[in-house]
Structure formats: C-alpha cells, structure tokens
T-cell receptor, first 112, second 114 residues
Framework: GESVGLHLPTLSVQEGDNSIINCAYS??????FIWYKQESGKGPQFIID?????DKRQGQRVTVLLNKTVKHLSLQIAATQPGDSAVYFC???????????FGAGTRLFVKA | DVKVTQSSRYLVKRTGEKVFLECVQD?????MFWYRQDPGLGLRLIYF???????EKGDIPEGYSVSREKKERFSLILESASTNQTSMYLC?????????????FGPGTRLTVT
C-alpha cells in the first residue's frame, strides 16, 4: 500500500532558529497534503495544507514546500518557539478527503 | 471553534469484553473518522462515515465496528477486546468545503486491554 514517511524521527533546534521537518510520500496521485501538530495529551491539530497543483504555501510562521518531482514535502517553522515543541505529522489524501494517510511523525524539541 | 469530545480519556478493559468508544462533534460535520495511534506507526484509519448510518472501512477495520445513528455521534465498538487493541484511539470530524480537507480531532482515548 501507499505510505507517507519521515526522514527523521526527532529534531532538536535552538529557540529562535528555523526548523525544517521533512516528509517523503509515495503516492504520486495524491491530491493534497497536510501538516498536523500534536502536543502531549492532545489530538492532532491542523497547521497548514497544500494542494498538488501548488509548490509552496505560507501561513503564520510556517511554510510548506511540495516537490512533486522527488515526492517530498517539508514544513518550515520560522523563529521556533518553546510552544512549537510537539510531534509533527505529514499526511496525504485523496480527492474525496476521506482517506488521509499519516506518516509516523517527527518529534520537535526546542531548546531554550 | 469546533469541538470534538470523546467519552473517556483512559479506559482499562479485560480481554473478551465488548468496548464502546463514543465521539461527539458539535459543528454539524458530515464526515467522522476513527483512527488508532501507535508509536512509530502514525495514525491509521479504522472506519469513517460520511453521513448518518453510512460507514466505510478504513485500512485496519478488523476487530472493530462502528455506529452512526445521529450526525453528531460516531461510536467505535470492539466486539471482543484483545490485547493487540491496546492503543490510543482518536476520533475526528470534517466538513468538506472547497479546498479544505482539515480534520478536527478529539483528545483521544487511551485504551488498555489486559
């Protein structure tokens, strides 16, 4: 079956630095991609999404880049803060929005 | 804000017991989902529902069933709990609008089967 994977299981960054979380996907037919953030004891929370017809999308302090040639997705967090410490999941989905496939997650540690 | 609530945060059951996990959303969303989350495996879809009384199997439906009698409520049923069903269970809902596939998640139920 199709899978969404992550290059690194953990990432440690200094407060104030930029963070880059990477993700590889295998289904070239996926129509959209989403990043979720999961804090300890909580369910995942939507951060940002991007459609397959785009290669970049920006939000507040976050940017998602999509490289369809190499099937790679990344989440960039600017000026990382302690509150950004969490597990980040990338996910890919079909056009109906029903079957979303999640990656294993990357744990981000922010050092003060 | 969308609110998705789950009936229990922690649950301990014995092997062979029938287990009910309840999920309620308050934003009139058509779509509801049940996932299980295990370390290193991310979230895996068990079942989803796109309307009242409608259900579709996800990637790992074996050993589970669901019920959606009302739009706001989606129940996950473990007919005969087994130890390999010890996991974190997450419920989510979504509203299909143009350009957005965002799912709203509940806080999760950590189920332990002994």
């Amino acid at each position: 079956g199709e899978s969404v994977g992550l290059h690194l299981p953990t990432l440690s960054v200094q407060e104030g630095d930029n963070s880059i979380i990477n993700c590889a996907y295998s289904n070239s037919a996926s129509d959209y991609f989403i990043w979720y953030k999961q804090e300890s004891g909580k369910g995942p929370q939507f951060i940002i999404d991007i459609r397959s017809n785009m290669d970049k999308r920006q939000g507040q302090r976050v940017t998602v880049l999509l490289n369809k040639t190499v099937k790679h997705l990344s989440l960039q967090i600017a000026a990382t803060q302690p509150g950004d410490s969490a597990v980040y999941f990338c996910a890919e989905g079909d056009t109906g929005g029903f079957k979303t496939i999640f990656g294993a997650g990357t744990r981000l540690f922010v050092k003060a | 804000d969308v609110k998705v609530t789950q009936s229990s945060r922690y649950l301990v059951k014995r092997t062979g017991e029938k287990v009910f996990l309840e999920c309620v959303q308050d934003m009139d969303h058509e779509n509801m989902f049940w996932y299980r989350q295990d370390p290193g495996l991310g979230l895996r879809l068990i079942y989803f529902s796109y309307d009242v009384k409608m259900k579709e199997k996800g990637d790992i439906p074996e050993g589970y069933s669901v019920s959606r009698e009302k739009k706001e409520r989606f129940s996950l049923i473990l007919e005969s709990a087994s130890t390999n069903q010890t996991s974190m269970y997450l419920c989510a809902s979504s509203l299909w609008t143009s350009g957005s596939y965002e799912q709203y998640f509940g806080p999760g139920t950590r189920l332990t089967v002994t």
